[in-house]
């Protein structure tokens, strides 16, 4: 077999499942609070799924919201035909302003100068704009205390076309351990902060706190809306967040949807004691059949994994061997005696009986499954199967 024709002159694509997405979005929406939504988080290329197939998935499968980071994104859904609520959670620079208006976010705000443009380019366009504030609970990264938060939201009263819809903060481990102690005083405080403000006659009507792990683990978190990320992909936060779901009980489908495939330029028989890749860190004990892939660290495939991962050749696995090089690695054949040029090869996903998660390249790579679904150059071309 050989790649899909969509991938046109690329020499590895993603396959990406849209039913599998689908699917996801529809079982979490099962495990929410009544009164809650659920947002989609397609920032980063729908974490490397590629936004414009994963969109539409999601919105067949129930979404009602889309999240993403930076303005950028949002007008990307724009162009390509999204209506609905649309959330920019991170930084938008006062200079862009006039755009978030004209796009129709909410705005994630904490900050003066974002205000003061905001309500320009709103006033400008006598269109009202719904602003998020965004609370510190203990992240510190983007937030505020609240005091500077009663003064910001009394600030905004100011501008007769800001609208100050909701408040927002992001737990920092809930899906790293299994002792939630430090999450339960997160939600404390966002609780306690909320209270103050509707106290002050700022009674904020969308709240949202809820992640990927607090969306399954804990209803009592959902609020008015539930922001899904990793989970829409069919994939889990973390081993800790799986094992916290299991102990209370809650069996969630979550069906990947990515696989990454590439194909087998060369083939060629070494000797014993070859010296496969830049510097010589493997060294093969007996005559070897070495297969050369045109896939490297440029293209996502995280080079950490030199000598330690292994890809899928006609449902058997391969090993690399020798370093993952920008544009090529090479993988041991000699067991799969009847593999050849341009043979399908899996990088991520399943093949036969076999499979390979994004939990497995993570552990290899030693980061998390995010990192490895997201750093896949956007230019590999995305096919929805």
């Known amino acids: 077999m050989t790649l899909p024709v969509e991938a046109g002159l690329h020499r590895s694509c993603c396959l990406i499942d849209t039913a599998s997405l689908s699917h996801n979005i529809s079982v979490l929406k099962k495990g929410l609070a009544p009164g809650a939504e659920i947002a989609a988080v397609v920032k980063s290329n729908a974490y490397g799924h590629g936004v414009r197939i994963a969109w539409r998935a999601f919105v067949e499968g129930g979404a009602t919201w889309l999240c993403v980071d930076s303005l950028h994104e949002a007008q990307e859904l724009r162009d390509d035909g999204y209506t609905g609520n649309l959330f920019v959670m991170g930084h938008i620079p006062p200079a862009h302003a006039k755009t978030a208006v004209s796009l129709d976010v909410r705005c994630m705000v904490y900050d003066r100068r974002q205000i003061d443009a905001l309500g320009e380019a709103a ?31 009394h600030y905004i009263a100011r501008f007769p076309y800001l609208v100050l819809e909701g408040t927002a903060t992001h737990f920092a481990n809930i899906e790293d351990t299994t002792d939630h102690s430090f999450a339960y005083e997160q939600l404390r405080i966002f609780n306690e902060y909320n209270d103050i403000l509707t106290a002050n006659g700022f009674r904020p009507t969308l709240r949202t706190i809820a992640n990927s792990a607090a969306g399954i683990l804990w209803p009592h978190t959902h609020c008015e809306l539930v922001r899904a990320g990793i989970t829409c992909y069919g994939m889990w936060p973390s081993t800790e967040c799986y094992v916290s779901a299991r102990l209370l009980g809650k069996d969630v489908d979550l069906r990947p949807a990515l696989t990454w495939k590439t194909l087998i330029a060369q083939i060629k028989t070494v000797p014993a004691g070859s010296l496969i890749g830049y510097g010589c860190t493997y060294e093969t004990t007996h005559e070897s059949r070495i297969a050369v892939l045109p896939v490297g660290y440029y293209d996502g495939y995280d080079r950490a994994m030199s000598n330690l991962a292994y890809v899928l050749i006609r449902g058997k696995r391969a090993p690399v061997r020798g370093r993952i090089c920008m544009n090529m690695c090479m993988v041991d054949v000699t067991d799969i005696p009847d593999a050849e040029p341009g043979d399908d090869v899996v990088l991520l996903g399943r093949q036969g009986g076999e499979s390979l998660s994004a939990e497995q390249l993570a552990t290899w790579a030693g980061t998390i499954n995010y990192e490895l679904t997201t750093q896949i150059q956007t230019n590999i071309p995305r096919i929805a199967v």
């Not at 400008?124 to 003064?151: D, F, H």
Request: glycine share 6%; hydrophobic share 45%.
């Open 123 to 153: 006033n400008a366009a006598s269109r009202p704009l719904r602003l998020v504030m965004k609370l510190e609970t203990g992240t510190q990264r983007q937030g505020l205390t609240i005091e500077a938060a009663l003064n910001l939201a």
